[in-house]
């Protein structure tokens, strides 16, 4: 890589790790930052996964307390999640790369869309348990067959992109009965970070990883995520959440106009 190769997937992977822990919505700087670098689609795209999972797991690890409360209930999900993951991973090596080339332009539109009306997503979850009249506790949800088929599609999309699962699957865990904020964010951390590392794990071993981009964003991804969980003591949520709908709408208009025009 030359200088300018670096300071574009190393700058990418520092602002997703400080994104991700501030305010999610991290895979918006790094993946384009790799395909900007010439990286294939496909390639770059098992690269980011990779280069992402240690946050996804020291964010579960510090929410360990919270999915104690519902250890059964993690165990079936945590299964849900390794088969998901497992099948989108292996769903990317499966699509060439101009295909999945051509998918872009629409995963960043709907992770962006996912992102941006989160908060309507929420309420249109509730809205919806509320006309199936629908218990909201642990119990009901561990009875739901439909909240877990959700939560197996969400994780099969994780595998296969990534950039949104953490608003689908807060709304999935919702339609499971879930209602306590912090233990919506344990398990989503928890399963997030499974899901990053069975399709990690499958690229790594389908050798389709670019190791010199991989290792330079594991670092700096790193040292993002320790930045942005200072910064994110001092800026207010809602400028953050408006930095990474404006970003993501800006990179899907111009792979829009980069894959069809």
């Not at 519902?70 to 295909?99: E, F, M, Q, Y």
Request: glycine share 12%; proline share 3%; net charge positive.
């Amino acid at each position: 890589m030359d200088l300018l190769t670096i300071f574009l997937v190393g700058g990418g992977a520092f602002l997703a790790g400080g994104m991700n822990a501030m305010a999610g919505g991290g895979t918006f700087f790094s993946f384009p930052a790799l395909l900007a670098a010439g990286v294939p689609p496909v390639t770059a795209n098992a690269s980011n996964t990779v280069a992402l999972w240690p946050a996804s797991l020291s964010s579960a690890w510090a929410y360990r307390r919270e999915l104690l409360r519902h250890k059964s209930w993690v165990i079936l999900l945590t299964v849900v999640a390794l088969i998901g993951g497992l099948t989108g991973g292996l769903l990317l090596l499966a699509t060439s790369n101009a295909a999945f080339a051509k998918l872009i332009p629409w995963l960043l539109l709907t992770a962006t869309a996912l992102f941006a009306f989160s908060g309507q997503v929420s309420k249109l979850v509730a809205w919806s348990k509320a006309r199936l009249g629908l218990k909201t506790d642990a119990e009901a949800g561990r009875k739901s067959v439909g909240g877990t088929l959700f939560q197996l599609a969400v994780s099969i999309y994780g595998g296969f992109f990534g950039a949104g699962q953490g608003i689908l699957m807060l709304a999935a865990l919702s339609i499971q009965g879930l209602e306590d904020m912090q233990e919506l964010n344990a398990i989503k951390n928890w399963l997030s970070a499974i899901n990053y590392t069975v399709s990690g794990l499958t690229f790594i071993i389908a050798g389709a990883i670019s190791w010199p981009h991989t290792l330079l964003m594991l670092v700096t991804a790193m040292a993002g995520g320790y930045a942005g969980a200072a910064l994110a003591r001092r800026l207010p949520a809602l400028w953050l959440r408006r930095l990474v709908v404006a970003v993501g709408t800006v990179l899907t208009i111009i792979y829009f106009v980069k894959t069809y025009f």
